[in-house]
């Protein structure tokens, strides 16, 4: 492991706190782990400052991102989460709420409106003598990501309170790790497009109970809502142990055998069983392509829930649940493979939700048996079950002709990831109206290819890792949103804040359909001025994405690892906005971002 600066000082809460409120603390998504504490666990936290118990050290990791100083949490995401949240008056301790005139960052922002002071309120002495807690923190300098991989697979492979997935996964990386926890985060509602967040986004994205009054209510998620896994089961990321046997059983063939010797073995340690190994699992998934398959995935998801909505919980209607204590979680799996097989490898489209649903119907009581309990789920038993599911499903499904792009299945909950997080500032991110300018007749804005290629090359000149999304057909404005109604007949849907308005009624006026547009476009930006293999992987990124009826379309530059230019020029994304640089400003930016 590279040698890298260590130093361990005592921080108070006011001093970390002060570093949070200028969104110097990044937490990576690739190796962190969910935000689910309870309250009771939270205040538990508080009592240790509040009685100065130690708590184990914050671990930092510093890194430089143009130019400023930025620390990335490897250690101590929940408990950092826990005193902001409660200093930020989200819950009380006791009963009582953090006084917020305690410390300068709280106070103003409570003269600024961004936080409310709640009743009860602590005394002020007693406010002090928590936000004067000294933690032990660790700053880990000069780290490469390899360098911070390690030590969090370390610090997370001695097994302290994490459940069997949580070790399997620690400091693990690669293309089914990464679909695994996409996937699973979409699935769950706490996706993000980006990798990195800052902790005051993060904790927007918390997974609780009831008794916190802010993120994800653990009892809405697709998987409580349905009876699959149980609340705590997501806490410990049994959710994820769930999508990684739905991840292959998508792609190896034949289906494997679901235990969790076999998954251990995916995802690269040595077990002594004969199981596919790490390199057949990333063939397999290289194969359908690893945005591709994570896109099927959660479809697959979406569609389960599009089938059952306003009719209740998956579980309860296709099993009697009282006879399956723990869930429905086999049940599940093998409706989920037959399902992704009809969709993405018969290429059929369902006739309705109502006729899926009809099939679903006490599915479990008529002649199909699952094998229960905690033992691995055999190979020669999914080859005997799975096609029998599959063949009483597939009276729901007809066969197209032809198969059109428009005809996808929903992608709201990728949308609704994608969208998470405040998008209009950010640099990696740009929303489009669509393809007109609207004027009365439409016409086609002319302008719009020339802009979206600016965007995406401003976005890999970000920074050498630069990874970002443009997204065509969502209203920047409500006024927007009204006149294509106007215009086209079809409203907007809302999605985390902002106007889903559909490109399908703009293309079709036209001249297009879906397919011919795809085309047009994607012709346009392989022959575009810019660098070939920038071009090339756009052009493949470019594609039709539908939710809730609503075609949209979406494309994701990547950097190339060097500065590129289109048409010569010089762009780069500076917050929301795309900026033409000179060379000399240019060659600043290279020499503080690659």
Known sequence: MQSSELSVQGQNLIQLYNQYCKNKLIVDRRYQRKLVWTRDEKEKLIDSAVNRLPIPLILLAQRKKSGSEIFELIDGLQRLEAFFSFMENKYPYKGEYFDLATTGDTLDKLHSGDLEQHQPVMSREASLEIVNYQIPVSVYRDAATSSIDEVFRRINSGGRRLSLHEIRQAGVTGPLVDVVRRASATIRGDGTFSESLTLGEMEKLSISRKDLEYGLDLDRIFWTRHDIIGAEDIRSSGDEEVVLDLILDAV????????????????????????????????????????????????????????????????????????????????????FAALYELVFIDELQPLSTEAIRDVLDNFWGAGLSIPTGGSAWGKDGKAKLYPEVKRRLRRAFFKPEPRSAAKQLNSRLLIESYLQGPVNEAPLAELKQGFCVLSDPPIENVGLFDEVMQTAVGMANWGRDASGFILIGVADKASAAARLEDLFGVPSVEVQGQKIVGTQEQIAHLGHDVDSWWLKWQSKIRSAPVDSDFSTALAHSFSPIVCDGRVLWIMKPRSLGKPITYDGRFFVRIGASTHEMGADEFLTHIALNF
């Open 252 to 335: 190896l063939d034949p289906w494997p055998t679901s235990g969790w010797q076999n998954r251990d073995v995916a995802y690269g340690l040595p077990r002594r069983i004969k199981s596919a190994s790490p390199a057949e699992v990333e063939a397999a998934i290289n194969a359908v392509g690893v945005e591709n398959l994570q896109q099927r995935i959660v479809a697959i998801v979406e569609l389960i829930d599009d089938v059952m909505r306003d009719h209740g919980s998956l579980g309860r209607h296709m099993v009697h649940l009282e006879t399956y204590e723990k869930g429905t979680q086999r049940q599940f799996q093998a409706v």
